[in-house]
């Protein structure tokens, strides 16, 4: 054996066992042979919430949490974020490589022409109360769409499956502005198939009685540009969630749901939402050191701060501050982005949050350009959903067609009672 090994001595046996290590991993199986006696069922490795574990390989996004480092398929999220659109970005997501301007034409008439929902899709909106939480809407409405198309479980067959994606990347901002307008009780407004995928997701949003609605230039760009911070991020929540519910081979509809869901937490995607009530709750500057001040005793976190994998500044809140400018000029400032920076100096000095090394991530700024466009903040975690729909898609891909791949399903260490037998009830 080379020296990409591992020697591991089981002091309960004396046994010594050597297992491979690739790619700076050990396999969890490699363990199963370690054994005091033949009917052990064999060593197994301890990890929750997936800390230390590497779930699968993947090609899609790296990240160096260290260094504050993002790449989709190899490229600078800084250089996608310059120069492409999000539309570009999602083929580049799901097929590895940026389209030239033919396959790009061709991706953007496959996308736009399939963003009209069945109109009973419409009518399941009326159904939810004038209150409901477009998140909520959003995630039954996508689950709903498999019972429109249930060729969608045939996940094996390659065509049938790329025919979904389409689907679902064209038709998640179509029932995320259902949604938006449903709660505000506005009339539906159906896709413009001459504006761009962004452009036409502010109109089907924004339009009125203009009979031709035409968003404003820098918005769409902005919204481009925050859709390609948050297009993928490697084995988080959400993607977990889409990677294990589909590995059940169910349709990808019912399992793009699923991780909306997991993606709606105010851990996850909801919290740019929980951020915005944040800074209304903080509502001045004068409060930001009583707020950090109980952040600390441990009332409660700080929301749009810390993450798994980044130990230092979010590439994405980077980017994100520089679109707020840009978004501002146009809207004008928001007043919560004085607080919002306030608060980021004094918990960048403070030793709470620099010996944790807690950092502003995407979700910190996001909130607050969303609303400056004149989204409500219940729409937040919807604003997070459509773009990280393609990341998710090109996730179920990889995990479909892996070879060592199969049904998730984690053990566990049994510690509750050992056999007993029933006591009849009047015993009890
Ligand atoms: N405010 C205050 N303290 C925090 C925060 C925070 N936002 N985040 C982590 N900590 C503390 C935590 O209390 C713990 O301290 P101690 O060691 O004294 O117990 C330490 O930092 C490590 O925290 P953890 O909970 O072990 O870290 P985690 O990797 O399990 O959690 C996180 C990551 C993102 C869930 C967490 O940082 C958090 O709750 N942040 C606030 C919610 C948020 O902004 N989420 C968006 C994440 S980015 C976008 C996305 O995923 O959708």
Redesign the pocket.
């Known amino acids: 054996m080379s020296n990409e090994t591992l020697t591991i001595t089981d002091n309960r046996t004396g046994r010594v066992y050597e297992v491979p290590i690739t790619d700076g991993t050990v396999r969890a199986m490699d363990l199963r042979q370690i054994k005091v006696d033949q009917d052990d069922f064999g060593l197994m490795s301890y990890d929750p ?1 997936f ?1 230390n574990t590497a779930s699968t390989k993947s090609y899609i996004t790296y990240i160096d949490g260290d260094k504050g480092i993002l790449r989709y398929r190899g490229y600078p999220i800084e250089q996608l974020a310059e120069s492409c659109t999000y539309i570009e970005v999602a083929y580049l997501i799901l097929f590895g490589e940026l389209p030239n301007a033919a396959q790009l034409a061709a991706w953007e008439q496959a996308i736009i022409h399939r963003s009209l929902v069945h109109e009973n899709v419409r009518h399941l909106f009326d159904g939810f109360r004038y209150d409901a939480h477009p998140m909520g809407m959003l995630i039954s409405t996508v689950a709903a769409l498999s019972t429109f198309y249930p060729e969608a479980k045939n996940v094996t067959d390659p065509e049938v499956r790329m025919l979904q994606i389409h689907r679902l990347i064209a038709k998640m901002p179509t029932l995320a502005a259902l949604a938006y307008r449903n709660s505000m009780g506005f009339p539906v407004n159906y896709p413009d198939n001459d504006l761009s995928y962004t452009a036409n997701f502010l109109a089907m949003m924004f339009r009125m009685v203009e009979p031709k609605y035409q968003p404003n230039p820098a918005l769409v760009r902005a919204l481009d540009v925050l859709f390609i911070l948050h297009a993928d ?1 490697e084995q ?3 993607t977990n969630a889409m990677r294990s519910v589909g590995s059940s081979r169910v349709d990808p509809y019912s399992a793009v749901a699923a991780a909306a869901a997991a ?1 709606y937490g ?7 939402e ?2 915005l009530r944040m800074l209304n709750e903080i509502g001045s500057v004068a409060n930001i050191p009583d707020y950090v001040r109980r ?2 005793a ?1 009332e ?11 130990k230092n500044y ?1 590439p994405r809140a980077r980017l994100i501050k520089q679109v707020a400018d840009e978004v501002f000029d146009v809207t004008g400032r928001n007043p919560m982005l004085d607080i919002a920076l306030e608060l980021e100096r004094i918990a960048l000095e403070d030793e ?2 620099v010996e ?3 950092y502003p ?4 700024y996001s909130g607050i350009i969303y609303q400056a466009m004149g989204l409500p903040t219940a729409m937040f975690p919807v604003m ?1 959903a459509i773009p990280r729909t393609v990341g998710w898609l090109a996730q179920w891909v990889e995990m479909v067609t892996d070879k060592e791949q199969a049904i998730a399903r984690p053990r566990q260490i049994y510690l509750g009672e050992d056999h007993r037998d029933l006591i009849p009830m009047e015993a009890r």
């Open positions: 919430a800390k991020h988080n929540c959400g993606l105010p851990l996850h995607g909801g919290a740019n929980a951020v952040v600390k441990g409660f976190r700080l929301m749009g701060f810390g993450h798994r994998v980044y979010d709470y949050f944790r090394k807690l991530n995407v979700d910190f997070f």
